[in-house]
């Protein structure tokens, strides 16, 4: 059949809306973040996302309406507040755009698997390429300016070898064997993100009107320093460098540039997202005591999940996803 003439899966339609709405959320803090960056360098980056997610909105928007499907809500202006003052430097914008488009990365390869009609497996080839060029340009910003921290380095040994006996598995008592390079790939992956984590937190909590939500940021900052320092102290345990923390990128200033519903759902997001990061560990992690730090991490997200849940909940901020039919309710005539 041809492109667009059969209907769309309900997977197809939940990663459109999960899209639409992560995406608008995303794109009001980076049209906040394009008006208050002085770097030009910066500026033209955030400037292209910007530009780059208006397009895909329409088209998500597009695929919606012709399902029959309503357009999310989601985020937009009126969860951008003007003329608050400057609450992120130029640098730590730039390193928040780095990392959100890794996550947008994950979201479009995500999508795309779950994506069977042509023209919706195009969309998010297109999404997935716009984002693969966001993230080399940011890499190459970040390495102009010195602020890319490198992942430690290794030295090669004389040959391959393979694993010998339980030792490989040990981690909790006596001599540790050093951490491998596969296991360093999703530490870093899960420090980095931490790190912006605990970031938001810091400056969510300082700006926000609600004071249940004003609790819940000191709780996921406190969460989020716990969890770095547990990760951070397996790598300085191997004599490894540990990634620098990004508090400095905020500023003082207790005036807010989004609504509690903005802040409080990109906090959770970003909660939820690193999950599957958490989880990506877990499988790689063959030293036991790694693989408990990463079981004690997924266990204490999902409890601040269900605080976040109940907080967007009470305050009626949590949007609802479509769902399938209610056979009961509809053979019951309600």
Known sequence: MDKGTVKLTAAEIGTLWGEYVNGTAVDVVNRYMLGIIEDENIKTL????????????????????????????GFNESDLIPGAQRLFSDTFCLQYLHIITLHGLLGHIT???????????EFYDSCDNDGKIMYHKTIESMLEKGLFQRDPY?????????????KFLDGFFGNKRPLSATEMIALSFNLK?????????????????QED????????????NNQ??????????????????WETGVTTS????????????????LIQTSQAYHGTGLA????????AQYEKIILRNLLVTKEWFDLMTKHQWLEQPPLAPNRTMIANGK
């Open 46 to 73: 955030f400037d292209e996302a910007v530009k780059t997610f208006g397009k895909q909105k329409q088209q998500i928007a597009t695929f919606l309406e012709k399902e029959g499907f309503p357009i999310p809500i």
């Open 111 to 121: 999508s795309l698997s779950a994506s069977v009609r042509k023209d919706l497996r």
């Open 154 to 166: 290794f030295y090669p040994e004389e040959k391959p070898d393979y694993v010998q006996g339980q």
């Open 193 to 209: 993100k931490k790190i912006m984590e605990k970031t938001l937190s810091i400056a969510f909590s300082q700006v926000t009107q």
């Open 213 to 224: 939500v004003r609790k819940f940021f000191e709780s996921t900052q406190e969460v989020s």
């Open 228 to 245: 770095i320092q547990a990760l951070g102290n397996i790598l300085r345990d191997d004599n490894l460098p540990v990634p620098t923390s």
């Open 254 to 269: 207790k005036d807010s540039p989004f609504s509690d519903k903005l802040m409080l759902f990109h906090i959770g997001f």
């Open 284 to 291: 790689s992690a063959m030293r036991k005591d790694l693989a």
